[in-house]
C-alpha cells in the first residue's frame, strides 16, 4: 500500500509538472513592487463580522484589517491598536488605551468610537457574528474619550484583553461595505477575481510605516503540487501551508527556495464520545476510552502518515505555550491491555467501534491505521470519513466512539480551555456540537485561571486542567500538531512564523516583508 502511494505520488507530480511546463507561467510571478501569494481556497467573507474561517483570517489580518492586539513569536500579545490594556484590581473593569495617529484607508481617523460600532455590530443579532459568543462576560462597554474603551465584565478576567488579539479586526463601520470593506491595516482592497484571485493595493499612511511592497496579490492555488511547482517555477512567490509533505522535501532542497517551519497550535486530535457515555453507550465509559488509547500508537503512525506537516502531539497545549504540562505522556500502545479494558467498558471482540472523520489531510489515513489495528485484533472497528459540510449531520448523531477533528489553538492555555472544554460547549437539545466533555472541577480550575495573575499559580491550574481532561477523564486522543510553514522565493526578505496559523504575512509586530534586488 504504502508504495503505491508513493508510485501514484510520484506519477501525479511528473503529471502536474509536464502540465506545468507546457504552460506559459512568468518566470517572475509579478513585478517587483508585487507579492504574490498561494493559497489553497479562496475567501470566505471579507467582512470582520465573521471572519474566523483559517484562510479568510490569514488574507484580511494580513492586509486590511489589524486587530487590537497582535502576537508575538511564542503567543504572546503585543500592543497593536489598543497601546495597552489596564484591569482594575477586581479584574471586572477593563480600559484599553487605544493608539493615536492611527488612520483608515479612506483617511479618517481611528477612535474610539469605531471600537465601540465594531463591538455595537457584533452583538446585533441580525449580524449573526460569529465573534459575539467571545462577549459573552462583557456586561458593558463605552468610550471614554477618542482613546480610550473601559468594559465592564460579568466576573474576573485577567485574560479578558486576549479576546481581542489577532482576529479581532477593526473595520470602518461609518463606510461598511461586506465587499470591499475598510480597515486600518496595510494594505486596501482593490478587487477580486471569485475563484482565481484577491488583490490589494499599499497605504501609504499606515501606522507602521509605508509598507516596502506596493501590491499584494493572493492567488488560489487548490492542488498543493501544482502550488509548490509554481513556487519554484516563479509564478508565486510564497505558499503559506499550502504544501503536501512530499512536496515540502522537494522545496527544502531547492536552493531558490527557503522553508520556514514552526511547531503550530492547531491540534488534530480524536474526540471520544462523552455524550453517548452520558447517554448509556457504554457499560464503563471510562474503560472504553482508557482501552481505545492503548490501541492508538501516535508516535508510530503520525510520523509515517503526516511526516514534515505536523509534530506528534501528546497533549491539548502546544508544548511552546505558557501552561503546557511536560509530565503527561502518552498511554503506551498495549493492546492487550486495551481489550481488557475495552471489554471491562461493555465492548468485545467482534463488537462494533464506529470512527467518524471530519475530513482534512492525513485524518482519514490516521483513523484507517487505527481501524487496521482494531480490525486485526477482532474488533468491527468501521470507519467514516465525511467531507465538511457532510460530516456534521452525523456528528449530531452521536453514535459515532471517536471523531477526528481540528482544533485551532487559542494565544493562552486559558483561552484554549474557556473556547473548547468548558462544559457550557457540551451538546444540548438545541445545540449540537462535535466537543461533548463535561466537568465541573474543568470549569471551577478554568475559573480560578481567569481570576489570578500569580504566573506559578495559573501554570499550576492549567496542569490541573490537562491532567484532568487527558488522563483522570481520557477525553481525547492527541494526534498532532499541525506545523505551520511558509515556502517563499530566496529573494523575499522579512519572514518570521508565527506559531498562530492565522496570523498575517506581510507586516505585523513580528516582521515587516520585503524584496531583495
Not at 53 to 64: A, K, L, P, Y
Not at 229 to 249: C, I, P, R, T
Not at 321 to 346: H, M, N, R, T, V
Request: with cysteine.
Amino acid at each position: 500500500m504504502k508504495f503505491l502511494k508513493s508510485c501514484l505520488n510520484i506519477a501525479s507530480v511528473a503529471l502536474v509538472s509536464s502540465l506545468l511546463l507546457a504552460t506559459p507561467y512568468p518566470v517572475k510571478a509579478a513585478a517587483s513592487d508585487t507579492i504574490t501569494i498561494g493559497i489553497s481556497a479562496d475567501l470566505r467573507t471579507a467582512d470582520f463580522l465573521n471572519n474566523r474561517e483559517f484562510i479568510s483570517r490569514t488574507i484580511m489580518g494580513s492586509t486590511v484589517y489589524d486587530a487590537l492586539f497582535a502576537t508575538d513569536e511564542k503567543g504572546n500579545s503585543i500592543p497593536a491598536l489598543a497601546m495597552k490594556a489596564t484591569p482594575s484590581e477586581d479584574l471586572k473593569t477593563w480600559t484599553f488605551t487605544l493608539r493615536e495617529n492611527v488612520l483608515f484607508q479612506n483617511g479618517k481617523p481611528f477612535t474610539a468610537k469605531d471600537v465601540v460600532a465594531c463591538l455595537d455590530a457584533i452583538l446585533d443579532p441580525k449580524n449573526a457574528s460569529e465573534l459575539a459568543s467571545d462577549l459573552g462576560s462583557v456586561v458593558s462597554y463605552k468610550a471614554d474619550g477618542d482613546h480610550s474603551v473601559i468594559f465592564t465584565l460579568k466576573s474576573p478576567d485577567a485574560e479578558f484583553y486576549t479576546l481581542f488579539t489577532d482576529t479581532f479586526f477593526i473595520q470602518d463601520m461609518d463606510h461598511f461595505d461586506k465587499e470591499s470593506p475598510i480597515g486600518t491595516g496595510p494594505y486596501a482592497w482593490d478587487s477580486r477575481v471569485i475563484g482565481d484571485r484577491i488583490t490589494f493595493k499599499r497605504f501609504d499612511q499606515y501606522w507602521r510605516g509605508k509598507p516596502p511592497i506596493a501590491n499584494v496579490v493572493f492567488r488560489v492555488i487548490a492542488d498543493q503540487q501544482i502550488a509548490a511547482l509554481e513556487l519554484q517555477s516563479g509564478s508565486v512567490d510564497m505558499l503559506h501551508n499550502n504544501v503536501s509533505m512530499y512536496a515540502l522535501k522537494d522545496l527544502e532542497s531547492d536552493p531558490n527556495i527557503n522553508v520556514f517551519r514552526v511547531p503550530g497550535n492547531t491540534l488534530i486530535q480524536g474526540y471520544l464520545n462523552m455524550e453517548k457515555d452520558r447517554n448509556g453507550g457504554y457499560k464503563d465509559g471510562l474503560a472504553f476510552r482508557q482501552g481505545l488509547a492503548h490501541f492508538w500508537n501516535a508516535e508510530k503512525y503520525v510520523p509515517a502518515i503526516v511526516g514534515g506537516a505536523g509534530e506528534v502531539a501528546n497533549q491539548i497545549l502546544p508544548p511552546w505555550q505558557f501552561g503546557a504540562d511536560p509530565s503527561i505522556k502518552f498511554s503506551a500502545y498495549d493492546p492487550e491491555k486495551g481489550a481488557e479494558l475495552l471489554a471491562k467498558g461493555g465492548i468485545n471482540k467482534g463488537d462494533p467501534i464506529k470512527l467518524l472523520v471530519y475530513e482534512r489531510p492525513y485524518l482519514c489515513d490516521l483513523a484507517t491505521a487505527l481501524q487496521s489495528d482494531l480490525k486485526a485484533h477482532g474488533y468491527d472497528a468501521q470507519l467514516q470519513c465525511l467531507a465538511p459540510e457532510a460530516a456534521p449531520a452525523e456528528v449530531a448523531k452521536y453514535d459515532w466512539d471517536v471523531l477526528y477533528f481540528n482544533t485551532s489553538g487559542r494565544s493562552t492555555a486559558m483561552a484554549m480551555y474557556r473556547d473548547r472544554w468548558l462544559s457550557r460547549l457540551a451538546p444540548t437539545p438545541e445545540q449540537k456540537d462535535v466537543r461533548t466533555y463535561k466537568s465541573q472541577v474543568v470549569d471551577d480550575l478554568v475559573a480560578k485561571m481567569g481570576q489570578t495573575i500569580d504566573r506559578a499559580e495559573y501554570e499550576k491550574l492549567s496542569h490541573e486542567v490537562s491532567q484532568n481532561i487527558l488522563v483522570k477523564d481520557v477525553a481525547v486522543l492527541p494526534l498532532y500538531w499541525e506545523n505551520v510553514y511558509v515556502a517563499a522565493r530566496k529573494n523575499v526578505n522579512g519572514i518570521k512564523v508565527s506559531p498562530l496559523a492565522w496570523y498575517g504575512l506581510i507586516m505585523n509586530g513580528m516582521s515587516t516583508i520585503s524584496f531583495s534586488e
